[in-house]
């Protein structure tokens, strides 16, 4: 392949520029030239993509966000719009494509695949719900995000006798909450994959404050009530003042870590080095510490669950 684009599409996550800049530099290395597409697939229908080169993707290393930007393009899943982008992608001579993002954003790549166009998946975004692989890009920092956010929330709830509600991301996934509480030290924590019971969560604060445990935070992941409502029926059940903090967007933003930079530039590398061989319709994952590969179609077969490990270990220890 002599061209090749990148894109990033969904929800932007910590990680993806280092991404881009791995891909950048390795496709210039195998003497590719590498074309940034802007703003996820809407770029390939709108035809706004440009050339990059060495200096393009210098200082990006660390940045939050995208600096090809991102989006939800509904016209995309359409055979009409898919056209359009095929033609500008033919016309510009793309030979293969880089797809950063989640799993809608692999339905992407696929179609793009099935039309003659190898593109290659690279799993990146914070909620950690891609199940073929261990980590997505983006989960490592936002849960030290959270993490950092709940010692804070911890300094106050102390101060104040209070209970906490900390409403975290994850879209369907559970482990921002799972691994965010299991490491912050949460005394109860709220998942869509298992089921909850409010009268337990309550009665398990009334048995802290038994103990003389005044302060306690609940870590409830999105999708599983608001922060607000079960913060007031904590207040209602327990006697005990409660308040909700709901992270939002904070959680997608800021520098990668170290290990999301390493993952970074690990899979994008991966990624451009399976486009010279001239592969499409993978995915790039890493299971054991080992990058690998799969097919788009059997990754997302694969269905999410969650480490019951992780699990049992936070119900014992969040007591
Ligand atoms: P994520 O990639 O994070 O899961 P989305 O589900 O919003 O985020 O998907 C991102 C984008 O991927 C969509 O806006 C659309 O452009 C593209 N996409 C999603 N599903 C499909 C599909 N079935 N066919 C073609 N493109 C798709
Ligand atoms: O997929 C990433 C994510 O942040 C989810 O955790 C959340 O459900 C969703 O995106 C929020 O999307 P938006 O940025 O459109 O509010």
């Given at each position: 392949?002599?061209?090749?684009?990148?894109?990033?599409?969904?929800?932007?996550?910590?990680?993806?520029?280092?991404?881009?800049?791995?891909?950048?530099?390795?496709?210039?290395?195998?003497?590719?030239?590498?074309?940034?597409?802007?703003?996820?697939?809407?770029?390939?229908?709108?035809?706004k993509m440009h050339e990059m080169d060495l200096r393009s993707v210098g200082d990006i290393i660390n940045r939050g966000g995208t600096m090809l930007k991102t989006a939800r393009c509904l016209e995309f899943k359409t055979k009409e719009w898919q056209a359009v982008a095929l033609?500008?992608?033919?016309?510009?001579?793309?030979?293969?494509?880089?797809?950063?993002?989640?799993?809608?954003?692999?339905?992407?790549?696929?179609?793009?695949?099935?039309?003659?166009?190898?593109?290659?998946?690279?799993?990146?975004?914070?909620?950690?719900?891609?199940?073929?692989?261990?980590?997505?890009?983006?989960?490592?920092?936002?849960?030290?995000?959270?993490?950092?956010?709940?010692?804070?929330?911890?300094?106050?709830?102390?101060?104040?006798?209070?209970?906490?509600?900390?409403?975290?991301?994850?879209?369907?996934?559970?482990?921002?909450?799972?691994?965010?509480?299991?490491?912050?030290?949460?005394?109860?924590?709220?998942?869509?994959?298992?089921?909850?019971?409010?009268?337990?969560?309550?009665?398990?604060?009334?048995?802290?404050?038994?103990?003389?445990?005044?302060?306690?935070?609940?870590?409830?992941?999105?999708?599983?009530?608001?922060?607000?409502?079960?913060?007031?029926?904590?207040?209602?059940?327990?006697?005990?003042?409660?308040?909700?903090?709901?992270?939002?967007?904070?959680?997608?933003?800021?520098?990668?870590?170290?290990?999301?930079?390493?993952?970074?530039?690990?899979?994008?590398?991966?990624?451009?080095?399976?486009?010279?061989?001239?592969?499409?319709?993978?995915?790039?994952?890493?299971?054991?510490?080992?990058?690998?590969?799969?097919?788009?179609?059997?990754?997302?077969?694969?269905?999410?669950?969650?480490?019951?490990?992780?699990?049992?270990?936070?119900?014992?220890?969040?007591?």
């Amino acid at each position: 392949m002599k061209k090749i684009g990148i894109l990033t599409s969904g929800g932007d996550a910590p990680g993806m520029n280092a991404c881009i800049r791995a891909a950048v530099r390795t496709a210039i290395y195998h003497g590719m030239t590498p074309i940034g597409i802007e703003c996820g697939f809407r770029g390939l229908i709108e035809n706004k993509m440009h050339e990059m080169d060495l200096r393009s993707v210098g200082d990006i290393i660390n940045r939050g966000g995208t600096m090809l930007k991102t989006a939800r393009c509904l016209e995309f899943k359409t055979k009409e719009w898919q056209a359009v982008a095929l033609n500008n992608i033919r016309e510009r001579g793309i030979e293969g494509i880089v797809v950063i993002g989640g799993d809608g954003s692999f339905q992407g790549a696929q179609v793009l695949t099935n039309y003659g166009i190898p593109a290659i998946g690279i799993p990146g975004t914070i909620d950690n719900d891609l199940a073929y692989t261990d980590y997505t890009l983006g989960f490592d920092t936002a849960l030290n995000t959270i993490l950092d956010a709940i010692r804070k929330i911890r300094d106050t709830m102390t101060s104040h006798d209070r209970v906490s509600v900390v409403e975290v991301m994850g879209n369907k996934c559970g482990d921002l909450a799972l691994y965010a509480g299991l490491i912050g030290g949460a005394e109860s924590i709220i998942i869509p994959e298992r089921e909850w019971n409010i009268d337990y969560i309550c009665a398990n604060l009334l048995r802290g404050k038994e103990r003389g445990k005044m302060a306690s935070i609940v870590l409830l992941a999105e999708g599983c009530g608001s922060g607000h409502e079960v913060s007031k029926i904590i207040e209602e059940r327990t006697g005990m003042q409660a308040r909700a903090t709901v992270l939002g967007h904070i959680q997608r933003g800021g520098a990668p870590s170290a290990r999301d930079t390493q993952l970074a530039s690990m899979f994008g590398f991966y990624a451009v080095n399976l486009l010279d061989k001239g592969l499409g319709g993978q995915v790039v994952g890493i299971k054991d510490d080992q990058i690998f590969h799969m097919d788009i179609h059997s990754a997302l077969k694969i269905e999410h669950e969650v480490n019951n490990n992780i699990y049992n270990l936070a119900n014992v220890l969040c007591i």
